[in-house]
């Protein structure tokens, strides 16, 4: 950018002031002048609230109500904390939305980040290849559950989402014969798997996806175990599962003409921490292997660590034939998602005419250096501070300090998979009865927390916590007591 051009972008920002003095305008224009990157750091015109009121439209945000709020700015954030413009801190109890892992500013990170934008930024992985893209592809090769051999990056997780669909889908037809008859999904009530229209296609949370409802393609729909409110109206353990019994004809009705299964093992996520019981995963990696169907694992967000086990397939040894990661990838640092698949699905891309059986299907910054860096060095602080070691310490404190909500009058169920819980908040806890949605209990508990220095993004009336790998003993109770004391405030 050339001088002149700074010196309209610090007009342009100084003339949305508003209330900004002329002598700061003449200022600001100077100090641009002099250091434009300063200038656009310590922009004059000041007020970032009003700006960002003016600006922005929030993903996921009811914008009339966030016009009517003060937004919390975040200026800085270090370890497992978040600090405002104002100065003041939060621990951020939900990693910013699933994604941190290690903590903010991890000097190992942010060493390899920096070392890295030395060398480059970004170069395409479009006819060229580069050292960190590789280097990363190894290790999620040599970390993810068994027969996972391939790596395929995406921009984030919905995009990753995307690319195991239409590889599935492919598949079966680079197979040819009968197998090109398998053109369809299945998935799960209540699953999440990003916003894009492939994902919504297989998403299953109404109030996010049915307004979509005519520009999607029809899946198949399983039902999810959420069993505090079981649809079969049974228990675990003495179900022995049914749930997944129930599903078998499906399969077998199914078969010809499904491509892929996606789930979310072990925990929906979006749905409200929804955990799954112990061999549900399994028993559907056995169902498709015998109705042959690809099993697509999103562990977007379970992966990296999130529930006690680097992913959540690793608790009960199943290796799907595809698996998307996200979130976690870059140590929450930056845009990276991937889509691994097996050497079975791969091979099948391979035939000739080359034309035909190509994966045409990419992502401009796929494989972006600094964003693998980050993704490298992230594995690396798991390996060296040995990170899994220390999570079923962890867990068990968070289980123990989580134990005393479920004594509480509004509080339904508590679930939890490693660091990451959901308490489902209830308006009457004998029949289960959800509060009236427009209350908008959950959303006030976040608020409450808020106040009480604890960030958390709740999912309706389900608080959520994902903590961040490197929380603290004290930090994990911390969390938990203002949770406590939140849904005490906002339920009584
Ligand atoms: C967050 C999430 C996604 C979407 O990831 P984005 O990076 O937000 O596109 C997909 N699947 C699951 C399970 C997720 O939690």
């Known amino acids: 950018m050339g001088r002149d051009d700074m010196r309209i972008v610090a007009d342009r920002m100084v003339s949305t002031a508003g209330d900004t003095s002329d002598d700061a305008k003449a200022d600001a224009t100077t100090e641009a002048v002099g250091d434009p990157v300063e200038a656009l750091r310590h922009d ?207 399969f077998e009705r199914n078969q010809g003409e499904v491509a892929a299964v996606i789930m979310e093992p072990k925990v929906q996520g979006a749905a409200g921490m929804v955990v799954a019981p112990d061999g549900f995963t399994r028993r559907i990696r056995d169902l498709c292997t015998r109705y042959e169907v690809l099993l697509i694992a999103d562990e977007v967000a379970t992966g990296f660590g999130r529930t006690g086990k680097m992913f959540a397939c690793d608790w009960e040894g199943v290796s799907p034939d595809i698996m998307c990661l996200g979130k976690g990838i870059s140590g929450g640092y930056m845009a990276l998602a991937a889509t691994l698949a097996t050497e079975e699905v791969f091979q099948a891309f391979l035939g000739d005419p080359w034309y035909e059986k190509t994966f045409f299907h990419g992502h401009t910054y796929a494989g972006n250096q600094l964003a693998c860096a980050a993704g490298l060095a992230g594995l690396e602080v798991f390996s060296k501070e040995n990170v899994l070691d220390a999570l079923p310490g962890k867990a068990e404190i968070l289980a123990d300090a989580l134990d005393g909500l479920k004594a509480m009058p509004h509080v339904g169920d508590v679930r939890r998979a490693g660091l990451m819980a959901g308490v489902e908040l209830v308006a009457d806890k004998g029949s ?27 999912l309706g009336d389900v608080l959520v916590l994902v903590l961040p790998l490197v929380i603290k003993e004290e930090e994990i109770r911390l969390a938990v007591n203002v949770v406590m004391g939140s849904v005490e405030e906002v339920t009584t």
Not at 65 to 94: F, H, M, N
Not at 439 to 446: E, R, T, Y
């Open 44 to 250: 004059a015109s000041g007020d970032l609230a009003a700006m960002d009121k003016k600006f922005l439209w929030h993903p996921f945000t009811h914008m009339k109500g966030w016009l009517d709020a003060d937004p919390v700015i975040i200026d800085r954030a270090e370890g497992v904390y978040l600090y405002d413009t104002e100065g003041k801190r939060y621990l951020d109890a939900v990693s910013s939305v699933w994604a941190n892992v290690h903590g903010h500013g991890h000097p190992m990170i942010d060493r390899a980040v920096r070392e890295q934008l030395e060398k480059a930024a970004h170069t395409t992985l479009l006819g060229l290849s580069n050292p960190p893209a590789i280097r990363l592809a190894r290790r999620l090769a040599e970390i993810t559950p068994p027969g996972l051999s391939r790596v395929f990056y995406a921009g984030d997780g919905a995009s990753a989402v995307e690319a195991a669909l239409k590889m599935s889908f492919q598949y079966w037809r680079n197979k040819g014969g009968t197998y090109e008859k398998k053109k369809r999904f299945m998935s799960f009530t209540n699953g999440y798997h990003g916003d894009t229209l492939g994902a919504v296609s297989v998403g299953g949370i109404g109030l996010f996806h049915g307004i979509y409802k005519d520009l999607l393609r029809a899946s198949i729909r399983l039902p999810y175990p959420y069993c505090y409110r079981c649809h079969l109206n049974l228990e675990y353990p003495d179900c022995r599962l049914r749930c997944a019994d129930e599903l078998e004809p499906v």
């Open 432 to 458: 289960k009865e959800p509060f009236d949605g427009s209350a908008g209990v959950g959303a006030k508990a976040a608020l409450a927390m808020r106040k009480r220095g604890v960030f958390m993004r709740p």
